[in-house]
């Protein structure tokens, strides 16, 4: 097989990890014992709390040290760091892992779109993740798959997989996704099973789902919400900062999104990777340690090989949520409408589960929590992981899978 394009867009990660360098010389104090920044970088200071930390840690290293001798052992640390992140990067695009593992059978489709049978014997459980991203991190690989894990643990496990937007779905609107498409998996599932479903929404497919769920409440047993933003200027100032930064840049996208119909994948890696810039090379370079037999790597590959199949984001779809739900924080402020019905949490009388990860720096634990707070009685799990790790990481199955489970057999027993 050809080597992997991968991490995307590539030449924008070599420019983040240069960033350092830029940092590393600033933190060299002026003087010996002085916290200045360098004479050569009059005026500079990192803005965002990643630069903050990464100066922060440089200006630990150099602790007490006399600044003119340190100058060049700075820069060679930096070159060393940077030829262990490329050797990271090399062995992971050489890395003889690839997914083999086949869908199961569709039981509908519409367009692109496919409803996936995993199969089990069970109270009902359709998993819908975000329109941005493969739905294959819920079945990311034959020993640690989400899914099959589910369908044998008594969960009747489908999975919606959107399937990259056609021209048809390049026009599509949050309302034609959630009221049109979404509405008609339910419809197809809830046939095929015989009974209302348990949703279960993973990020974006949270707020998918919850507004699916409110319109048809005669479908749904119940809603599970896993890390699912709902606040998006929770977080504190920065992150409001950064939300609404986010939505100012729609002006300079639209040109491209008028020319391609989408927000291409290559710009929403780049929107990700601005929420922590320095952890592309932090992570090859750990990637570059490991044994490339391991489990632990073939697992790395397999997370990086689906963040870098991602899905272009429809250009109609891109404009609501960055101007509506980062600029405007529509869904928090109730202003968010699909098929000209506000979103109310609140009016959901079913049962709720939410997963909230704890170290999630892609929906910020506040966000999720403020979703918490409209929803009555929702059960509410902190899970110890991250964004993606809370599904489909090597923990996943302690920290969400089995409570997950549990919560979905409990609900579906008669009262």
């Not at 939300?243 to 710009?267: K, V, W």
């Not at 909230?356 to 403020?370: K, L």
Request: aromatic share 6%; proline share 10%.
């Amino acid at each position: 097989m050809s080597p992997r394009r991968g991490p995307r867009p590539l030449p924008a990660h070599l420019i983040l990890a240069l960033s350092r360098a830029w940092l590393a010389t600033a933190s060299i104090p002026s003087a010996p014992g002085s916290t200045a920044w360098s004479a050569s970088w009059p005026g500079f200071a990192p803005r965002s709390p990643e630069a903050r930390a990464e100066h922060a840690r440089i200006l630990r290293s150099l602790d007490g040290a006399d600044p003119e001798r340190l100058r060049a052992a700075v820069i060679r640390q930096l070159l060393s760091e940077d030829a262990a992140m490329l050797r990271g990067i090399l062995a992971y695009r050489d890395h003889p892992w690839h997914r083999t593992l086949p869908d199961p059978p569709a039981i509908w489709s519409e367009g692109p779109a496919r409803l996936l049978d995993h199969g089990g014997q069970g109270p009902v459980a359709l998993f819908v993740p975000s329109l941005v991203n493969r739905a294959t991190v819920l079945d990311l690989m034959p020993e640690h798959s989400m899914l099959r894990w589910m369908a044998g643990q008594g969960i009747r496990t489908l999975l919606l997989d959107w399937g990259a937007p056609g021209p048809a779905e390049r026009g599509f609107t949050l309302t034609d996704w959630i009221a049109g498409r979404l509405e008609r998996v339910i419809a197809a599932a809830t046939e095929a099973t015989g009974g209302a479903v348990t949703l279960v929404g993973y990020c974006m497919g949270g707020l998918l789902t919850l507004a699916a769920a409110l319109r048809r409440p005669d479908r749904v047993r119940a809603l599970a919400l896993l890390a699912t933003p709902w606040d998006f200027h929770a977080g504190g100032p920065e992150a409001k900062a950064r939300a609404r930064f986010a939505a100012s840049l729609l002006p300079g996208l639209e040109p491209l999104m008028a020319a391609t119909g989408t927000l291409p994948l290559d710009l929403l890696q780049l929107l990700f990777a601005g929420i922590d810039p320095f952890g592309i090379a932090r992570k090859f370079r750990a990637f570059g340690r490991l044994d490339p037999a391991s489990p632990r790597a073939a697992h790395f590959v397999a997370l990086e090989d689906w963040l870098n199949d991602g899905i272009p984001l429809p250009a109609p779809v891109a404009r609501e949520c960055l101007s509506g739900w980062y600029g405007a924080n529509t869904p928090q402020l109730g202003q968010w409408r699909v098929a000209g019905a506000p979103v109310e949490p609140a009016a959901w009388r079913g049962p709720a589960f939410l997963a909230i990860p704890r170290g999630d720096r892609i929906v910020p634990p506040e966000s999720a929590r403020a979703l918490a707070g409209q929803l009555p009685g929702a059960a509410v799990l902190d899970v110890p992981a991250g964004h993606i790790g809370m599904a489909a990481g090597l923990r996943a199955e302690a920290a969400l899978w089995i409570p997950l489970r549990d919560w979905i057999k409990t609900i579906a027993r008669p009262s």
